[in-house]
């Protein structure tokens, strides 16, 4: 099977076993990955342009991360994203973030062993419309307020699920 890359007109061979990013990453194409694919960044984001009954389906993690994006505009993890038959892949907007130099997220917390198959949500931080907010931070520690206002600005296209987390952190917190 065959895994082609839009807009570079690249193809590749691959197997059943072997991500897209794995493919990408032994071709020399860029797709930006801050956790190394355990999931846990989300960055390595791209869609499939053709092909889209020609993958597995997403597993729970992965859908965490991309919520609704995957029935919307076919989004998948390129970490996570297997096949077994010929598919594209849209890169335009990994192409669009390199050229516009958005710089890279680090994972938080301790030490990320990237050699871990599972991957670990970091007590105290959030990500919101691609941004990592640090809801324990002095300045929203005594404010649940402001954090609440934070998540509201982002406008979330899953804000629902946004603000469930929010009140289970914001309860959690309030047992300490």
């Known amino acids: 099977m065959k895994i082609k890359f839009y807009p570079l007109d690249k193809e590749f061979e691959a197997s059943s076993d072997e991500s897209v990013l794995d493919i990408a990453k032994e071709h020399g194409i860029q797709i930006k990955s ?7 960044c989300a960055e390595c984001r791209v869609q499939i342009k053709d092909g889209e009954f020609n993958v597995f389906p997403p597993s729970e993690e992965e859908m965490a991360l ?4 995957h029935f919307v505009d076919r989004s998948r993890l390129s970490c996570q994203l297997k096949c077994f038959g010929n598919i594209t892949i849209d890169l335009t907007e ?6 516009r130099g958005v710089s ?3 994972p938080r917390g301790k030490h990320v062993d990237t050699s871990q198959k599972e991957s670990f949500a ?3 931080s959030i990500i919101l419309g691609g ?3 640090d809801i324990f ?3 929203n520690k005594q404010n649940p307020e402001k954090l609440e206002q934070m998540v509201q600005d982002e406008r979330l296209e899953d804000a629902e699920t946004a603000r469930i987390e929010l009140e289970r952190i914001k309860r959690k917190h309030k047992e300490k």
């Open 34 to 40: 801050v956790c190394g694919g355990l999931p846990s």
């Open 66 to 69: 991309i919520g609704t994006a």
């Open 94 to 99: 990994q192409i669009e973030k390199q050229s």
């Open 104 to 106: 890279t997220k680090k």
């Open 122 to 124: 970091v007590e105290g």
């Open 131 to 133: 941004k990592e907010l």
């Open 137 to 139: 931070g002095s300045s």
